[in-house]
C-alpha cells in the first residue's frame, strides 16, 4: 500500500513543475486525497456496502471539491491537478497515468442503468472544463483539449479540440515518444 502511494506521489511530482516535496504532495494535494477518498470508498462498493461507499465519497467530495462516484475504476497515478468541480461517474473506468484538469466532468448521456460513462485509455489527458459525455471510449495517450465537449469516440494518440470535439488538425496521431504534454 505505502508503495503505491510512494509511486503515485512521485508521478505527481514528475508530472507538476510547481511540486517541491513528497510531503507537500501528500498534505496539500486535493487530488491525491480525492483519490485516496475514492479508493476507500470504491472498496466498500465492491463488498456491497453501498451507504457507507456513497458515505465516504461525499466527504471526500465536501473536503476536496472532486466527486468521484464510488462505482468508478480508477487506475494508477490518476493525477486531478487544481481538481475543483472534476466529476467522475459511477460507470467510468479510468486508465494508468492519466491526467485531469479542473472542471472535468466524464458523465453520462442517459438515465439508463447499464453503462452510461465513458472509459478513458492509459496516458489520457484532459483540459480544464472538458466534458466527455457517453458511454466510449477515449484511446490511450489521447489528448482533450480545454472546454471541448466529447460525444464520440477518440482515437489512440488523437488531440481532440472544440464542441463538439474534432480531431485537431495536423495533430493526427501523437508520436509514441512524445513527452508529456500538459496542455496538449
Avoid at 89 to 104: M, W
Amino acid at each position: 500500500m505505502f508503495r503505491r502511494l510512494g509511486d503515485h506521489i512521485d508521478s505527481i511530482i514528475a508530472r507538476d513543475p510547481a511540486a517541491r516535496s513528497r510531503a507537500e504532495v501528500l498534505l496539500c494535494y486535493p487530488g491525491l486525497h480525492a483519490v485516496l477518498f475514492h479508493r476507500l470508498a470504491h472498496g466498500a462498493w465492491r463488498r456491497g456496502g453501498y451507504l457507507l461507499a456513497r458515505f465516504i465519497s461525499h466527504v471526500g467530495r465536501m473536503l476536496t471539491g472532486i466527486e468521484i462516484h464510488p462505482g468508478a475504476v480508477i487506475g494508477e497515478r490518476l493525477f486531478i491537478d487544481h481538481g475543483m468541480g472534476v466529476v467522475i461517474g459511477e460507470t467510468a473506468v479510468i486508465g494508468d497515468d492519466v491526467y485531469l484538469y479542473q472542471g472535468v466532468t466524464l458523465g453520462g448521456t442517459s438515465s439508463d442503468k447499464g453503462k452510461r460513462h465513458p472509459p478513458l485509455g492509459d496516458g489520457v489527458i484532459v483540459g480544464s472544463g472538458a466534458a466527455i459525455l457517453g458511454p466510449f471510449t477515449v484511446g490511450a495517450g489521447a489528448r482533450v483539449g480545454a472546454n471541448s465537449v466529447v460525444l464520440r469516440a477518440v482515437p489512440p494518440g488523437v488531440t481532440v479540440v472544440g464542441s463538439p470535439a474534432q480531431v485537431a488538425k495536423g495533430r493526427e496521431r501523437l508520436s509514441e515518444k512524445a513527452d508529456f504534454a500538459a496542455y496538449g
